[in-house]
């Protein structure tokens, strides 16, 4: 009499691809924002007081029309530069680490993370457009929507490069936030948010041609106003997409080696 022996096959865990563990980490780190919108609301404080101190230094009835768009990109630029924040957290707290020893794509940990904020940036235009509208803000819908997409292109980068500067400060949290307030708001004032520097002095209209978010506000400008096929929006896409091939080249490299 023989027995046969019958052996189970391995289990093996189902094989996921970058698309798959991108949503992933999407989601991971979505989840905190729809818990807690009021982080959201928070980092538009700084925006709506220069929005109401700025604005009626403006000369012109249409003022706002210049001046929202730059708040909006303002609002981006605040939101997404100190996003990397979140991940220093992570870092002190240990679950950086289980994520890093987790079956998922190491590119994905900062690809998913930097497509995230594009949810809070689409919120915080939602609501700057709707407190300016009743006074005298005019809105051209389909210009702000491709506006929305140069800036969700912007927002990847720039929140990519966030997650990378948090990498690159473990253990130094000064570190993030000296280098991330030290370019903040050099870049702010030389892209022109508050006030236009056509007028300003040469060296000043120069730096601010090596901003790419001059290219980005600019962009804005005229696309919130219904000018959409012009070489201006075009610059703004050209750097806007620059912005986030870089920053996803530089936050994927970092993240390997982290």
Known sequence: MTTTLHTAAPH?????????DTLTVFTRELRPVLRDPFSVIFTMVQPLFFLALFAPLLPGDTSLQWFVPGIVVMSCLFGTSSTGSNLLYEMQTGSH???LVSPLRRPALIIGRAVKEIVPMIA????LVIVTIPFGFTLNVAGAAIGLVILAIFCVGLGALSYTLALASKDQEWMFWGVQQTLLFPLLLLAGMM???????AWLQTMAKFNPLTYVVDAERQL???TIASGTVLAGLVAAIAMAVV?????????RKA
């Open 247 to 255: 920053g996803l080249l530089v936050g994927t490299r970092a993240m």
């Open 224 to 226: 919130f106003n219904g």
């Open 12 to 20: 093996t865990a189902p094989r996921t691809n970058l698309v798959t």
């Open 97 to 99: 680490e289980r994520m």
């Open 195 to 201: 006030l236009p520097i056509d007028n300003g002095p």
């Open 124 to 127: 915080q235009t939602v609501l």
